[in-house]
């Protein structure tokens, strides 16, 4: 464990707590912050990065010495708020109601509809991977419905790496930095990576999926050579060893052209192949189905950075792959991360010092579909896509969303009736959420409420109920990964605004009204006790230590401490890493890693690809943004006051475009407006949007979109284009058009034609 530090202290008339930053608002990390508290006006003025937190280690983005603006806000949703659903969208309808009224109405509304309609018709909705995954989840359960939605096409946000890992190794794996060890660089067992691969990924703007993108920083620092993979010129990028610049949603042909050069070179570990894989001379078949040439050529690199990447790769005694979301949101999502484990498999880069390790959650936190077991089989298996897509499964058991929102439009076999949002905004984000079709799903809800910490543009066009959320550093959470768990409890002085609750203790509140039996709790503290169980600690012991270290061993394979039956291998159903699935050869899937072309491309849809010649992105992190939260922290949008769409400087200069120019960007379904970055850091003919946007400043009367629909890419997504397992999505290779609006639609004034 950590060594105990102070939690609270007085200094320069402040009063100062060290705690951790989650949601809301934040990001997926969970770092360390001190919090400076004025004595006098009980106001939060200044947070700082806390050195002794081993996650960040004093490291901290703009956002967060951004959150006193959010928690100070004035744009704060204070009390909860209900309206007549007759008046959705109408700012002037709400009025505010006690929590007690809130929450029976809540919950009268939604059994009421369970009666009429069936359980089975009651949704709820959550975010990203925050302080809010096991809260909906479970309220979901509770209500005796198997639906979580996030309406992201394709799942297509860490799912696919999940499944693949799952399948393929038998648990999610991240880059051995040294994070797992409470001493760090001097642990003896620990060896930095040789090399170290950037995928998909600018890590030190997403920090995502408990992965802190500092660790990659101090291990280049420290001599590991960095490979990145990336359309874009990101920051990880300019500092590379190698780029390998890929056509966007193609890294499937990137790695199996890596996996022709290690195989058909013999550069692959033999003994770790023979002793540790399955299926080792299928997946040289398979490589040899492929040209090494054609697959360079399809992805638009050049096949000497391919051999020397691979090579790289196979000299490094101590390998490992930082992997984005990028290589989530392609229709081949599977493939591409499957050929990568594949690689590092081969190499024996698994389970190693300095390699690919196993991250599971400490202590058997349950972050993911706690509760789900508990629902009778029968309604397990209304889970969307249950029976289509086995991969669901696998994991974090969420409904398959393109079909999702294929039944609420058809209500065959039934329709749904009532949903509760927690940490989700799917107006603004859900990766895919092609708002054309969402926006009228979600209409058709009878009830809806929102549980956010301020109005959103879901909440002023569609909900019925909003109930106020209280920010990371006004409530008790807790937070567990690999590396470790540490607790969060509101900071010492801090004057709350309002009456906000935390996700935790809504659901709590809730869970108790809908299904004690699945909420035997009291406290919200007591729920966390109980998640933390096994650790031996209660969450006050392990809020006083700052942080609570699980242990890390390497080649646990080796020693039996994968599998529940304790034999040595790895916990899949040969005890191998699996090249070649038996799972997936059981559900009639693609068995072994394969290379496959996005849905829309110049390959695929060559007449389309004219029409709409710039193959565009969306999703790229910006470190003063995190989705669609912080527009309106006037700081942060003050270093990016508008959208940007980078288009490289000689097209743009050919097409006569100047940075800040307002421009459409249009493909078959729907067109936005973005301002011109003209810029090298994106290729020839390539573009990239900016997600998440609406404009807070807008007036609801005159749009309560808040501007959605002018400047957002979800309207450009497209629902349907899942990849054959139900994962993945090609976000990341939207076909467009990109031309200049003339002075009129350059006006920015929301649109209210929807």
């Not at 058909?264 to 090494?292: I, M, N, P």
Request: hydrophobic share 35%; proline share 6%.
């Amino acid at each position: 464990m950590h060594k105990d530090l102070p939690t609270t202290w007085e200094e320069d008339g402040y009063v100062v707590t060290r705690t951790t930053a989650w949601s809301a608002p934040g990001c997926h990390s969970g770092c360390g912050i001190i919090c400076y508290v004025n004595k006098e006006t009980g106001k939060l003025e200044k947070v700082e990065g806390d050195p002794e937190h081993p996650y960040n280690q004093g490291h901290i983005c703009p956002r967060c010495a951004a959150l006193p603006d959010v928690v100070n806000s004035e744009e704060r949703l204070l009390y909860p708020m209900k309206r007549d659903p007759e008046r959705r969208g109408d700012p002037d309808a709400w009025e505010r109601i006690s929590w007690d009224e809130a929450l029976d109405l809540v919950y009268d509304t939604m059994t009421a509809l369970g009666d009429q309609y069936g359980k089975h018709t009651l949704q709820t909705f959550c975010g990203t991977g925050r302080d809010i995954l096991w809260q909906s989840q479970r309220l979901a359960y509770s209500m005796g419905t198997p639906h979580v939605e996030s309406y992201s096409s394709g799942l297509a946000c860490w799912m696919p790496r999940l499944m693949s890992y799952n399948v393929s190794t038998g648990g999610y794996m991240m880059p051995d930095c040294s994070e797992c060890h409470e001493d760090r660089y001097d642990n003896p067992e620990y060896k930095d990576p040789e090399v170290i691969v950037v995928w998909g990924n600018n890590c030190v703007a997403s920090n995502s999926d408990g992965f802190f993108g500092q660790w990659v920083v101090e291990v280049v620092k420290r001599g590991a050579k960095m490979i990145v993979v990336d359309p874009r010129l990101t920051w990880m990028a300019a500092r590379a060893d190698l780029w390998i610049q890929p056509r966007p949603a193609v890294d499937s042909a990137v790695a199996m052209a890596m996996l022709k050069v290690i195989i058909e070179e013999d550069l692959y570990d033999h003994d770790f192949v023979d002793r540790w894989t399955y299926g080792f001379e299928a997946l040289v078949e398979r490589s040899r189905e492929y040209d090494f040439d054609e697959l360079c050529e399809r992805a638009w690199v050049d096949p000497e950075k391919i051999r020397k990447a691979a090579r790289m790769i196979a000299a490094g005694n101590h390998t490992a792959v930082q992997l984005g979301l990028a290589v989530d949101m392609q229709r081949n999502g599977i493939g591409a991360v499957r050929s990568i484990i594949a690689m590092l498999a081969i190499c024996g880069d698994i389970d190693q010092p300095g390699g690919q390790i196993f991250t599971p959650e400490p202590y058997d936190f349950h972050y993911f579909s706690w509760g789900f077991k508990e629902l009778p089989e029968d309604v397990q298996k209304m889970v969307v896509g249950y029976d289509e897509y086995p991969f669901i499964r696998m994991g974090m058991v969420l409904d398959q969303p393109d079909l999702a929102v294929v039944q609420a439009e058809t209500e065959e076999p039934y329709g749904f009736t009532g949903a509760i949002m927690m940490g989700t905004n799917p107006l603004c984000c859900m990766s895919n959420a092609d708002l054309n079709r969402v926006y009228p799903v979600l209409q058709k809800l009878k009830f809806i409420c929102v549980c956010d910490w301020r109005i959103t543009p879901t909440i002023q066009a569609l909900a019925d109920v909003a109930l106020p959320v209280a920010m990371c550093v006004e409530k008790t959470g807790m937070i567990a990964k690999r590396t470790g768990a540490c607790a969060m409890s509101p900071i010492a002085g801090l004057d709350i605004q309002g009456e906000p609750k935390s996700d935790a203790e809504i659901t709590l509140l809730l869970g108790k009204r809908f299904n004690p039996e699945m909420f035997p709790w009291d406290t919200v503290e007591e729920i966390y006790d109980f998640l933390v169980k096994d650790s031996g600690w209660s969450w006050q012991d392990i809020r006083k230590m700052n942080w609570a270290w699980p242990g890390q061993e390497y080649r646990r394979y080796e020693k039996g401490l994968l599998r529940a039956d304790g034999q040595p291998g790895f916990n899949t159903s040969t005890g191998r890493i699996e090249l070649y699935s038996p799972f997936a050869e059981s559900i009639g899937e693609n068995v072994l890693p394969y290379y496959d072309e996005p849905y829309y491309g110049p390959y695929t849809t060559p007449e389309l690809y004219k029409e709409y010649p710039v193959i565009t992105m969306t999703g790229s992190r910006n470190i003063q943004f995190f989705h669609s939260e912080h527009r309106d922290v006037k700081k942060l949008r003050e270093i990016q006051p508008d959208p940007l769409v980078e288009i490289n400087d000689v097209w743009a200069k050919e097409q006569g475009f100047e940075d800040g120019d307002w421009l459409w960007v249009e493909d078959k379904i729907g067109r936005i407006k973005h301002r011109a970055k003209c810029t090298p850091i994106v290729k020839y003919g390539m573009a990239n949007v900016n997600s998440g946007w609406w404009f807070p400043e807008t007036d609801p009367h005159e749009d309560p979109m808040y501007g959605c629909w002018d400047v957002n890419p979800n309207v450009l997504s497209e629902l349907g284009q899942q990849g054959p397992t139900g994962f993945g999505a090609d976000v990341k290779a939207l076909l467009c058009k990109i031309y200049k609006c003339d002075e009129e639609d350059a006006n920015v004034k929301a649109s209210t034609a929807h």
